[in-house]
């Protein structure tokens, strides 16, 4: 999926990780970490949504994997 619109690679969250946005509707992320996955979407984005929040309580979750 490189190159896709919107789609980024994380680093520092498991072995492999990828997020995903279209900055206006949905935010969507993906973490391997072994051969355990986790993937977390927040499906409505508005004013109150902090993709920074997002991001941390993946790490603290894939942290404890």
């Given at each position: 999926?490189?190159?896709?619109?919107?789609?980024?690679?994380?680093?520092?969250?498991?072995?492999?990780?990828?997020?995903?946005?279209?900055?206006?509707?949905?935010?969507?992320l993906l973490?391997?970490?072994?051969?355990?996955?986790?993937?977390?979407?927040?499906?409505?984005?508005?004013?109150?949504?902090?993709?920074?929040?997002?991001?941390?309580?993946?790490?603290?979750?894939?942290?404890?994997?």
């Amino acid at each position: 999926n490189s190159g896709s619109e919107g789609i980024k690679p994380v680093s520092g969250l498991g072995d492999e990780g990828y997020f995903h946005t279209d900055s206006k509707n949905f935010c969507f992320l993906l973490v391997r970490k072994g051969d355990k996955m986790i993937r977390m979407k927040v499906n409505k984005l508005t004013n109150l949504t902090s993709v920074d929040q997002f991001n941390a309580v993946a790490k603290k979750i894939t942290d404890k994997m």
